[in-house]
């Protein structure tokens, strides 16, 4: 049997039989808004050490990005107000925002990197019923959402303006099972990996030459109490990961560059601890960084030569006051490759962990994200702004807050919070040359 009945809290996930339960209708979004607690604005310090990491070459970062696009690292970058420039482009940074509901409307905002101040752009964009996660193609042409609505599900793929920056009404390609809740695209921009929760899949979709989608191509099953969660390419384009909250593993897949279709690597699956949820790739690529949801531990994997993890070194990412109901959400690693980030639900923080040489990690501090249920964050692709994603809890709690990230990893609020935006769930930044 797997762990498709598990209960959410910290701790208690042990005390339960798992054979007895019946509660698999319960969702992952009825866990987010569940009734947990916000203890008051958290911020530990650990060891400030941390910081002395040695400098490391720049790490391919989760946040999707243009041809336009620099990170760190290369480049020179120089700011001017609400701009930087990195080499000889001029580059503005905006922001994508979907969540829950029917013809969810994406937003874009402009991010003033001199205030740190959000302002939304035009009229927002319709991607389809409840578009849960977005995902950029690696040209920025595109933006790629999945819908997590059953009754509509698929991924809505969009145009996005290249004046404007704000993306086009998109088109949805169907999935035969039900809602989607995690997309992502191949570093070679041909597919689109879209992640089923409640059937338990992993799906690929081709891309065409217009953006479009093609019908899936290939359908991976997990199973009865499989829960996939999300999904990751490597950015050598040669391995797939996704992990699988329902099994408490990680599977694991070759790619096909032409195809797409997937096989599994030996071994199949990495162990993962309780309900592993989202993955990052950090330095080099050398190392990946697990998120799990039911035990809230930030998990460090070292990617082997045929792409198979084993497991470095595990971290709660909660702060060490806490004793509340919480749930792992998300995970980031900076463009530097020296911090990891954490969102858990419940404490309501953004953990932010160094990570040396051997993917070993500590905790630097534990900083409230100034609402409640931040289900997903992102960094900006010059690795100064982390804009995080408040779900809300019961109507309340919503929101978009910026924080500027600074030499130490750590987090300080920047801007006005925006609070006008209801169950906040998908965000994606990019920086695009200035027109």
Request: glycine residues 10%; contains cysteine; proline residues 5%.
């Given at each position: 049997?797997?762990?498709n ?12 039989a798992?054979?007895?339960?019946n ?15 916000t203890?008051?604005?958290?911020s ?15 790490t391919?970062?989760d ?39 029917n ?15 959000l302002?939304q ?13 977005l ?21 809505t793929?969009a145009?996005?303006?290249?004046t ?38 992993l ?32 950015p ?10 329902g ?22 699956f990495?162990?993962?601890h309780?309900g592993p ?31 198979a ?5 595990s971290k ?13 959400a ?15 639900r419940?404490a ?34 010059s ?8 779900q ?24 006005q919070?925006?609070?006008d935006v ?14």
């Amino acid at each position: 049997m797997g762990k498709n009945n598990r209960s959410l809290p910290v701790g208690l996930a042990c005390l339960f039989a798992l054979t007895g339960c019946n509660t698999s209708e319960i969702r992952d979004k009825a866990q987010d808004a569940s009734d947990v607690a916000t203890p008051p604005g958290t911020s530990t310090d650990a060891s400030d050490d941390a910081a002395k990491d040695a400098t490391r070459p720049p790490t391919p970062n989760d946040a999707h990005v243009g041809s336009d696009d620099a990170r760190v690292g290369n480049d020179a970058q120089t700011r001017d107000g609400s701009t930087i420039t990195i080499g000889d482009k001029v580059l503005e940074t905006f922001l994508y925002v979907g969540g829950y509901g029917n013809d969810y409307p994406v937003r874009t905002y402009a991010l003033d990197r001199a205030s740190g101040a959000l302002t939304q752009l035009s009229v927002p964009a319709n991607l389809g019923n409840s578009p849960a996660y977005l995902a950029q193609s690696p040209d920025g042409k595109f933006l790629y959402a999945a819908n997590e609505d059953s009754a509509q599900a698929g991924v809505t793929a969009a145009a996005i303006d290249a004046t404007t920056a704000t993306p086009s009404n998109g088109t949805r390609e169907s999935y035969a099972g039900k809602g989607l809740v995690f997309t992502e695209v191949s570093p070679n921009g041909k597919f689109v990996l879209a992640a089923s929760y409640d059937s338990g899949e992993l799906v690929v979709y081709p891309i065409k030459s217009d953006g479009k989608l093609s019908p899936v191509v290939d359908t991976k099953k997990f199973g009865d109490g499989a829960q996939t969660h999300s999904v990751r390419v490597h950015p050598n384009g040669r391995w797939a990961y996704a992990p699988n909250k329902g099994l408490d593993k990680i599977a694991q897949f070759a790619i096909d560059a032409a195809t797409g279709k997937l096989t599994a690597l030996t071994p199949a699956f990495a162990n993962g601890h309780d309900g592993p949820r989202h993955l990052a790739f950090g330095a080099g690529a050398r190392f990946a960084y697990v998120i799990h949801e039911l035990d809230n531990q930030l998990t460090s994997y070292a990617v082997g030569a045929e792409g198979a993890l084993t497991e470095v070194d595990s971290k709660s990412a909660l702060p060490a006051s806490f004793t509340g109901e919480s749930t792992g959400a998300h995970v980031l690693v900076h463009p530097n490759g020296k911090y990891v980030y954490a969102s858990t639900r419940g404490a309501d923080v953004i953990s932010v962990f160094s990570t040396d040489e051997a993917g070993k990690l500590t905790l630097i501090e534990s900083t409230s994200t100034q609402g409640k249920v931040p289900r997903n964050f992102d960094i900006d692709p010059s690795g100064a702004f982390l804009v995080v994603a408040n779900q809300g809890k019961n109507s309340a709690g919503a929101s978009l807050v910026v924080f500027a990230i600074g030499s130490d990893g750590k987090l300080t609020q920047r801007g006005q919070a925006i609070t006008d935006v209801q169950s906040p769930c998908a965000l994606s930044l990019a920086n695009r040359e200035k027109k």
